[in-house]
């Protein structure tokens, strides 16, 4: 069963910095990309940043670009979203999600094949 558990998030001030971590079970990571979801009320779900756990290619919204970094453990089951100099239009819940027959773009934009599975989803907020 696939399982994944989102961690990291938390409150922070304009300018500062989080590290969110997906912790996978329930599946062959090297099979696998996993990317990290975002959404604000009154908003869209946004595809921030994916990665392929078995090339390590990745994909980044335009809206974090520079700013964000995704990176995975293979030993750990874990793929982490380093976020800097945040912004209060950072804030949202973050999901990771992850999908099989997919490219790292394509799951960002795109949604993958549509049956991916979700974590549970942790709280960013960005305020002064």
């Known amino acids: 069963q696939v399982q994944l558990v989102e961690s990291g998030g938390g409150l922070v001030q304009p300018g500062g910095s989080l590290r969110l971590s997906c912790a996978a079970s329930?599946?062959?990571?090297?099979?696998?990309?996993i990317g990290w979801f975002r959404q604000a009320p009154g908003k869209e779900r946004e595809g921030v940043s994916c990665i392929s756990n078995r090339s390590g290619s990745t994909y980044y919204a335009d809206s974090v670009k520079g700013r964000f970094t995704i990176t995975r453990d293979k030993a750990k089951n874990t793929v982490y979203l380093q976020m800097n100099s945040l912004q209060p239009e950072d804030t949202a819940v973050y999901y990771c999600?992850?999908?099989?027959?997919?490219?790292?773009?394509?799951?960002?934009?795109?949604?993958?094949?549509?049956?991916?599975?979700w974590g549970q989803g942790t709280q960013v907020t960005v305020s002064s």
């Open positions: 329930g599946f062959t990571f090297d099979y696998y990309v």
């Open positions: 999600a992850t999908d099989r027959y997919t490219s790292p773009p394509d799951l960002c934009r795109e949604g993958g094949s549509g049956m991916l599975s």
